[in-house]
């Protein structure tokens, strides 16, 4: 099937560690984000990533970092974890900007005790 | 003010009743605007896009006033399918880039049997 996936889709984790999450879309799209939702339900953009550009939402903390393999692949890599991380994580890819569709993946669903 | 808002409800809708909802956002220089939906514990979807024109797809109509700022949606003969959150999207960067997405918290609504 075509879609965009992330891996695991829970995560369970103690402060202080450090996690990964993977994404992959086999869409064929030349951009990648990873979004935030909050348990208020608020989804916020946190990095976009086409290749050629990283752009950074500047309220994401250092902790946090995008890590691209190739074009298909954007991980995501938290690092020092804090109770405040908890929340689903969603991966997205679209194919030119913010005027096309946003593919979103399953979401992960992290958290932090 | 924050850059789009959205009531939340929950709007509580009989089956096949009409049901309408706006959403605002603050940035004149908004370029482009969308509704996607989000079902429970799920990734968001892509619903429709907003156009100057305003636009129609099938049971759904969406507008879009530059005035004054706002766009609707508008669900016809509603289906306990439709029941879903229902996110506003608003991208403020000219030429696109996801970066300037930013989504409303959402309006829960559910349709009634």
């Known amino acids: 099937d075509t879609a965009v996936s992330q891996t695991p889709k829970y995560l369970v984790t103690q402060m202080g560690n450090d996690k990964s999450i993977k994404c992959e879309q086999n869409?064929?799209?030349?951009?990648m984000y990873w979004y935030k939702q909050d348990s208020k339900k608020f989804l916020k953009i946190m990095f976009s990533y086409n290749n050629k550009e990283l752009i950074i939402n500047e309220t994401v903390p250092n902790r946090f970092s995008p890590k691209s393999p190739d074009k298909a692949h954007l991980n995501l890599h938290i690092n020092s974890l804090e109770l405040g991380d908890s929340a689903v994580y969603f991966c997205?890819?679209?194919?030119?900007?913010?005027?096309?569709?946003?593919?979103f993946g399953p979401g992960t669903r992290l958290t932090v005790l | 003010r924050k850059e789009v808002e959205q009531d939340p409800g929950p709007f509580n809708v009989p089956e096949g009743a009409t049901v309408a909802f706006n959403c605002t956002y603050s940035n004149s220089a908004s370029q482009s605007f969308f509704w996607y939906r989000q079902d429970c514990r799920k990734e968001p979807k892509l619903l429709m896009s907003v156009y100057s024109s305003g636009n129609e797809d099938g049971r759904f109509t969406a507008q879009l006033n530059r005035a004054s700022q706002y766009i609707s949606l508008l669900i016809r003969d509603s289906k306990l399918s439709d029941s879903a959150t229902y996110l506003c999207v608003v991208n403020s960067i000219p030429g696109g880039g996801a970066d300037g997405l930013t989504f409303g918290k959402g309006t829960h609504l559910i349709i009634q049997p």
């Open positions: 869409l064929g799209h030349d951009t």
């Open positions: 997205a890819s679209s194919q030119v900007g913010g005027y096309n569709e946003q593919f």
